[in-house]
C-alpha cells in the first residue's frame, strides 16, 4: 500500500491524531514503569513508601507548626503569612522557570524520542506539542509534591471549607502552564542563537547572577534593641521591605498567590478572579506556543544539529585551537600532559592508572556544565546564609541558639550533600555504561575502580561540606572544641553518603541508560536517597540531643569529655555501619560482575 | 524518485557535504560506500528532513523534503543504525504505533504484520517487551515497522549492524523483493560486499563529494581492477586522497 496524499488521507481517516497516539505510547510506558516495581523487593519498596510518607507527614508538622505560630504574632500574623505565601510562590514560579528551561532543552535537542519523531510523517507542530506537555510535567511534578504539605498546614491553620484544596489542584495545575511556556520559549530561542558549551555558559552565569541577586536582596539589615523595642512595626516594615517583590501583581506567582489567599479567606470573588486571570493567560500563551512554535522548533533543532562552536567565529579561539597538537608536517605530535596531569602526578604519590582514572572523572565532571551547575547553586545559597549569621550573633547570644543553629547548619550542609551524591555520584558506575569493559577489563580491576570512585568523591565534597561547616563555626564565633566537633562530625558523614552512594550505585546499576537523570530516578536511586536522609536524621538528633552541648537553655558551654566521647563512639559506629554495608555489597557485586 | 540536487551542508567552518547532485529512480537499490567522515549520514539525515541542507534540495516522490515534509516523509521509511524503540513497549505495540503514525487503519497494519513478523522470525519476541531483546532483534523490529507502510523510498544506514548471517540474509531478500516492486532503496554501509551483492548502483563518497556512481562493474573498470568490489572502492578511495593532496586540500 503505498500512501496516498496525506491530506486526502487525514480527510478519510478516523483514527487516533499523532498527538493522542503519542500519549496514548507515554501513558503505556509510565503505567509499565509503575508496574515494574512489583519485580523490586518489597522491603525497599515499604522503606522508600515509608520515607515518602514520613517527609509528607513531617513537612506538613513543621509547616502547621510554624505558620500556626507566625499567625499567633499579635496583629501582625496574616501580614506575615500573607508574605510568606507570596514569597512561596514567587520562588517557586522563579525555580520552574530554570527547571523546565534546562528540560524543555533536553528533551527538545537532545532526545533520541524526537529525532525519531522528526523522520515520521508527525507535522513538527504536534512533535513541539508532545514535547512541551511532556516537559512541563517532568519540570514541575515534584515541585507540587514538595508544596502540598505547605498548602494542606495553610488550610488547617486558616480553617478553610473543603473545596479549598481541590481548587488548589487546579490552580496549580494552572500554574504550572505559564513556567512551562517560558521555558519552552526561551530553549527554543537559546538554541536558535547558542550552542550547547555558551548555552551552559549562559546558565551558569544566570545561576550566579541569581546568587548574587539573593545576597544582595536578601542582606541582613541591623536592628538595635531599641528598635525592637520601641518600633516593631517600623522593624517589621523594613523587613517586609525585601520581600515586596513577591507583591507585583503582574507575576503569575502573584494571582496564585491572591487566589490561594482570597480563597481561603472565603472572598470567592476575588479568588476567582485572580484563577481566571490565570487561565487565561495559560490559554493564551499555552495555545500562542503550542500553534506557533513549531516551526522555530524545527529550525532550532536543525541548527543545534548543524553548527559548529559560535567561539569559533572569534579569531582568538580560533588561534587558540590551532596551537592544539595535530598532524604538523604529517607527524603525530602529542601533549605531554596538562596541568591537571601534573598536579595528579606531583610527588609520585597516585599509580598512573589510578591517576589515568582519577583524571578522566574530573575531566568528565568539569566539561558537563549540568553535572556541577546545579550543585553549585545549592551550596553557593547555602554559603551565602553562612556567611550572613555574621550579623545575627547578637540575637544568637544564648548557648542554646548558637547549639541549635550549628546542627541545624550542619545538618543542612549533610542534607545538601546527599542531594550531590545522590544525583552525581550515584550514577557514576553506571554511567560507565558501555565503556565499563574497558575499566573492567583492564589490569587496575573493577573493585579498585569502585574505590577510586570513593575516594575521589569522598576528597572533593569534603573540601565542600568542611569548608561551609568550619565557615559556619566562624561566623557563629565557637570556640575550638566545638568547632573540632562539628568539623569531625561532618567529615564523618562526608565519607559515610559517598560510601552509601558509591556502594549502592554499584549493587543497582544501570548501564543501558546514558542519562544520569533517568538513572537516578530509578529504584536504586530513590532508595540511596533515603537511606542518606534516614541517616542525616539519625545522626544529627543523635549528636544533638546527647552531645555535651545539647537542648539545654541554661548551658554554660562546660566541655563534658565522657558524654562527648561516648556520643561520638556510637555516631562513628552508626556511620560506620550505614556506610560500610552498601560498600561492601556494591563491591561484592562488582568483584562478581560478568562483563 | 530520490532527486538530491547541489546538496551543500556546513557545520560551522566543516563542509560536510559539498555539492551533491543525484538522482534514483524508481525501484533501484542505491548503495553509498564511504570512509568515515565521508558525507553519508549527513547526506541521508538531508534526505529524511532530520536535517537542512545549507543550501540545495532534497526531494522525495517528487516532494520537496523541507517545502512539503509531510508529503515526502510519508512516502520514505528511515532506518538509522541504531534505532530508537519505546523499551517499555513490545514490538506489536511498536509496529502498530508507528502504522498508525502512517494513518494506516488497523486492517492494513494487521495485513502488513501477517506478512512481515514470520518473515524476519518476529513471532516468539512480538508480545515481550522490546527493552530484554537483543540488539539484532530489536534491529527487526524496527525494519518491520519501517516497511509496514509499503513507503515508496527506503532509507537504511548500516543494516547488517548486529544481525545474525540468517536474519542478514532475510533483511536482504525482503529488500530485494521490494526493490522488485518498485520501492527505492538508498543505503548507507561499510559492508561493502553487502553493496556488490545487493546494489543495482553504487555511490562513492569521499570529503562530502561524490567521486564515482555506477554499477558495480562500472565501478570496476573505472578503477582498473577486478574480483572484490572492495579492490575498486580503495582504489578510488586512494586516488582521491592522492588528489587531495596534490591540490593542497587534504585535511
Not at chain 1, 505559564?178 to 547558542?194: E, H, I, K, N, Q
Not at chain 1, 546527647?546 to 552508626?574: N, Q, R
Not at chain 2, 557535504?17 to 537499490?29: A, K, Q
Request: glycine share 8%; aromatic share 12%; charged share 15%.
Amino acid at each position: 500500500m503505498n500512501a496516498a496524499a496525506p491530506d486526502t488521507v487525514a480527510l478519510a481517516f478516523a483514527g487516533p491524531t499523532p498527538f493522542r497516539l503519542l500519549v496514548r505510547i507515554a501513558a503505556i510506558s509510565s503505567w509499565r514503569r509503575l508496574l515494574a516495581l512489583r519485580e523490586q523487593s518489597w522491603f525497599l519498596l515499604a522503606v522508600i513508601g515509608t520515607f515518602l510518607a514520613g517527609y509528607l507527614a513531617l513537612a506538613f508538622m513543621l509547616f502547621y507548626a510554624g505558620l500556626r505560630f507566625i499567625s499567633k504574632f499579635p496583629g501582625l500574623g496574616g501580614l506575615l503569612v500573607e508574605r510568606l505565601l507570596f514569597v512561596l510562590f514567587a520562588f517557586l514560579f522563579g525555580l520552574l522557570l530554570i527547571s523546565n528551561l534546562v528540560i524543555s532543552y533536553t528533551n527538545l535537542f537532545k532526545n533520541r524520542e524526537t529525532t525519531f519523531l522528526l523522520s515520521l510523517p508527525v507535522p513538527t507542530q504536534t512533535i513541539f506539542q508532545w514535547k512541551f506537555v511532556e516537559s512541563t510535567l517532568l519540570a514541575s511534578w515534584a515541585f507540587v509534591f514538595l508544596i502540598a504539605p505547605l498548602l494542606c498546614a495553610y488550610g488547617l491553620v486558616n480553617h478553610v471549607a473543603w473545596h479549598f484544596y481541590p481548587l488548589v489542584l487546579v490552580l496549580l495545575a494552572l500554574f504550572i502552564v505559564l513556567p512551562g511556556v517560558c521555558g519552552a520559549w526561551a530553549s527554543v530561542t537559546l538554541a536558535r542563537f547558542l550552542d550547547r558549551k555558551a548555552f551552559q555558559i549562559v546558565l551558569v552565569t544566570g545561576l550566579a547572577a541569581f546568587i548574587g541577586l539573593m545576597l544582595f536582596q536578601f542582606r541582613p539589615q541591623p536592628v538595635t534593641d531599641e528598635d525592637l523595642d520601641a518600633r516593631v512595626l517600623a522593624v517589621i516594615d523594613r523587613l517586609l521591605e525585601n520581600t515586596r517583590f513577591a507583591n507585583f501583581p503582574f507575576l503569575p506567582s502573584y494571582w496564585m498567590s491572591a487566589s490561594v489567599q482570597n480563597w481561603s479567606e472565603g472572598a470567592l470573588g476575588a479568588a476567582s478572579f485572580f484563577a481566571l486571570v490565570m487561565l487565561s493567560h495559560a490559554l493564551f500563551f499555552g495555545q500562542l506556543v503550542c500553534q506557533r512554535l513549531g516551526d522555530a522548533f524545527y529550525e532550532a533543532a536543525n541548527r543545534v544539529s548543524s553548527r559548529g562552536s559560535i567561539f569559533a567565529r572569534w579569531g582568538w579561539f580560533r588561534a587558540q585551537s590551532a596551537r592544539k597538537p595535530g598532524l604538523p608536517g604529517g607527524e603525530l605530535s602529542l601533549p605531554r600532559g596538562d596541568w591537571l596531569d601534573r598536579l595528579l602526578g606531583f610527588g609520585g604519590v597516585l599509580a598512573p592508572d589510578t591517576r589515568a582514572l582519577v583524571a578522566k572523572d574530573m575531566r568528565m565532571f568539569w566539561r558537563d556544565t549540568t553535572q556541577w551547575a546545579q550543585t553549585a547553586m545549592l551550596f553557593g545559597l547555602l554559603g551565602v546564609y553562612i556567611i550572613n549569621l555574621r550579623h545575627f550573633t547578637r540575637q544568637l547570644d544564648s548557648p542554646f541558639w548558637l547549639s541549635l543553629v550549628s546542627f541545624l547548619n550542619m545538618g543542612a550542609c549533610a542534607l545538601n550533600l546527599a542531594t550531590l551524591t545522590t544525583r552525581f555520584v550515584f550514577p557514576q558506575f553506571s554511567l560507565e555504561g558501555r565503556r565499563v569493559w574497558l575499566v573492567g577489563l583492564a589490569p587496575i580491576g573493577l573493585v579498585r575502580v569502585v574505590w577510586l570512585k570513593f575516594w575521589l568523591a569522598s576528597v572533593a565534597t569534603l573540601a565542600v561540606t568542611l569548608g561551609l561547616v568550619l565557615l559556619s563555626c566562624t561566623m557563629l564565633g565557637l570556640d575550638a572544641v566545638h568547632t573540632v566537633f562539628f568539623g569531625g562530625s561532618v567529615t564523618v558523614m562526608t565519607f559515610t553518603l559517598n560510601a552509601i552512594a558509591v556502594g549502592l550505585g554499584a549493587l543497582y546499576p544501570n548501564f543501558k541508560e546514558t542519562n544520569p537523570n533517568k538513572i537516578v530516578s530509578g529504584f536504586g536511586g530513590t532508595f540511596c536517597l533515603v537511606l542518606s536522609f534516614v541517616y542525616i536524621l539519625t545522626a544529627v538528633v543523635l549528636l544533638a540531643v546527647s552531645s555535651p552541648w545539647g537542648w539545654k537553655p541554661d548551658m554554660t558551654g562546660e566541655f563534658a569529655p565522657a558524654k562527648a566521647v561516648s556520643t561520638w563512639v556510637i555516631f562513628v559506629l552508626l556511620s560506620y555501619l550505614a556506610g560500610w554495608l552498601p560498600l561492601r555489597l556494591g563491591l561484592r557485586k562488582v568483584a562478581t560482575t560478568e562483563l | 524518485m530520490i532527486e538530491l540536487h547541489q546538496l551543500v551542508k556546513h557545520f560551522g567552518d566543516v563542509r560536510a557535504v559539498d555539492g551533491i547532485s543525484l538522482t534514483v529512480p524508481r525501484g533501484e537499490f542505491f548503495c553509498v560506500l564511504g570512509p568515515n567522515a565521508a558525507g553519508k549520514t549527513t547526506t541521508i539525515k538531508m534526505l529524511v528532513g532530520l536535517i537542512k541542507p545549507t543550501r540545495g534540495t532534497a526531494r522525495v516522490a517528487g516532494y520537496d523534503v523541507q517545502g512539503q515534509p509531510l508529503e515526502a516523509r510519508s512516502r520514505l521509511s528511515y532506518v538509522p543504525d541504531f534505532p530508537f524503540l519505546y523499551d517499555k513497549l513490545t514490538p506489536w505495540e511498536f509496529i502498530r504505533f508507528t502504522g498508525q503514525l502512517f494513518r494506516m487503519t488497523d486492517a492494513d497494519i494487521r495485513r502488513g504484520a501477517d506478512e512481515l513478523v514470520p518473515r524476519f522470525s518476529l513471532q516468539e519476541w512480538l508480545h515481550k517487551p522490546i527493552e530484554g531483546l537483543s540488539h539484532g532483534t530489536r534491529q527487526r523490529v524496527a525494519i518491520t515497522a519501517a516497511l509496514l507502510h509499503s513507503p515508496e523510498v527506503f532509507v537504511i544506514d548500516e543494516p547488517m549492524v548486529g544481525l545474525d548471517p540468517h536474519h542478514a540474509r532475510i533483511v536482504k531478500d525482503v529488500l530485494k523483493e521490494r526493490a522488485l516492486r518498485g520501492m527505492t532503496v538508498f543505503m548507507s554501509t561499510h559492508q561493502i560486499y553487502v553493496a556488490d551483492e545487493m546494489a543495482d548502483r553504487v555511490g562513492i563518497f569521499h570529503r562530502g563529494r561524490i567521486v564515482a556512481v555506477g554499477t558495480p562493474e562500472e565501478l570496476r573498470r573505472r578503477a582498473g581492477t577486478d574480483g572484490a568490489l572492495e579492490k575498486a572502492f580503495l582504489a578510488i578511495t586512494e586516488e582521491e586522497v592522492k588528489a587531495d593532496s596534490a591540490n593542497g586540500t587534504a585535511p
